[in-house]
Structures are given as C-alpha cells and as structure tokens.
C-alpha cells in the first residue's frame, strides 16, 4: 500500500466525505475513489459503506484506520525531521487556517522565523467544516481562524486580525448596485449552514441565526466547502455574509462584494490543544502580541 494511498484512506475516514476529503489533499474525487477501491481489492472487504447521503467506516475499515494511523503518523513525523534537520531546524510549527489571506499576515510569520530560527513554521489551509479535527488529531498545532471558540479541550490565544464583512451576491442582484447594506436584507433570501459539522455557536459568529432586529434567517442550503458557498451565490440561490478579505483573495467576476454596516468586526485568533501547548506555540503567540493585531 503506498503512502499517499494510506493518506487518503486515513483522510477519507476522518471526513466521510469523498469531495471534501479530495478538496483537504488536493486531488480529485476520482483519485480518492481509485485509490480507496485499490485498497479494498488488496484487503479482500469493503472499507467504506457508501450511499447517496452519507459514507461511513465498516468494522474491517475501522480495525485498518486504529492500525495505520499510529504508523502513517510516525512514518511522516520521521521524514520530517530528518528534512529538517538537513536545513538545520530542530522542529517544525504547523499553523493552519480557515482564512485565505496569510499573504497579508507575513508580519507575524517573518517575524517568528526572524526571532526563532531553529524552527520553521508552514501554513495550511483549513475547511470549515469540522474545523477542529486537525488540531485534536495532530496535524497542526495551532489554528487561526475567528472567535469565539467555545470548546473544552482548546485554549484561545490572542487575536491576529480583525475586519469587517462584506455581503456576496449574484451580479443580477438588485442588492450588487448598492454601496452598502444592512444585515437585515439577508432575511428575505436563502443562506447557507454547515450543518452539525460546525458548531451553532461559532457558524452563529460568522453569520447570525438572527438579524440586529430579531428577524430569523433561512438556512436553508447545506454547503461543504468555500467554493460551494461562492457557486450557490453565484448562481442567485443564497446570499452570504464573508470577512472582506475573500474579496481581495477569492475575488470571482460573476459576484458582487457589498460591504455590510451594521455587523461587528469578524476576529480572528490563535488556538490550540490545552494538553499540547509548547514552547513553539508560546513563543507565537508571544510574537502575535508584540507585533499586535491588523486592523484589515
């Protein structure tokens, strides 16, 4: 079994979703197939259950994950640092984030690898769904993303970057025209949900379940990924609530980006696992408050 086969078996079992576990490596869906049913051919069983809704692990598939995890994980973890300490690096910080503008961040990421070189920090990209289980399972040690978070196992740190949002609507929309808009309108339109893969309260702070004045929104368009969500508005079917800077990173020409005056700014922060703070993760955070925080 080749090891980019065990990556994508071991992803596909922590997301259960063949599209977002292709869109987390970077391959199509139809790789992540080719490469689950190679494994089920070589094992003699099913690994996965498939139906049109949803896809789980089988027992046999369950009993392979508990066994290749500890081994795929102690396999990368020794490549890596034998490629670091090549370059003269004795550890490596792992940041992912569920934000798409880490090229407006380089201050606090120079500014670490300025202030510690003997370690190297890289960056990776993070959906929003289900957007703890890299921290929890290992594959980063720490998260930026926006606050609140609420979750018993995880500590906040400080706050790197705080915006405003901007609405994202189709270009046929009356509401692109305009040059600014409550959150009020969106009460009258579709938005979309993570479901139960996100937590209520954190997608609440992204998009409020209610408007300022109390009026209820209609979630009513289940989504998985950052392109879906740019796709449904594209196509006239939701209306969205985005922090601004997908307009200067994800900036499509089939939408609109309409600033919204009446939502507070978006903030975005440091987490990380309680039980697996380190010296690494201290001495970013640290950086983090001593450059102090953007005002995008």
Known sequence: MELRDIEIFLTLAEELHFGRTAERLHVSTARVSQAIKKQERAVGADLFERTSRSVRLTVVGEQLRRDLRPLFHGMHESMQRARLAARGKTGVLRVGATNSNNF???????????????????????????????????????????????????????????????????LDNELAQEKSVSFEVLANHLTPTAGPAAPDYWEDSLIPFYTPRGRPLE?????????????????????????????????RPDLAYVPIHDLPDLRFGLVWRSEAEDERIRALAAVVRDVGTARL
């Open 219 to 251: 979630k009513a368009v289940t989504v998985t990924s950052s392109e879906q969500i740019l796709n449904e508005a594209a196509q006239g079917r939701i209306l969205h609530a985005n922090p601004r800077h997908v307009a200067r990173f994800n900036f």
């Open 104 to 170: 407006e961040l380089r201050p606090f990421w120079e500014a670490f690898r300025s202030r510690y070189p003997q370690w190297d920090l890289t960056l990776h990209f993070v959906n929003f769904v289900q957007p703890f289980v890299g921290l929890r399972n290992g594959e980063i040690d720490v998260l930026l993303t926006w606050l609140p978070i609420e979750e018993p196992d995880l500590t906040v740190g400080p706050i790197v970057f705080t915006e405003g949002r901007h609405l994202i609507t189709a």
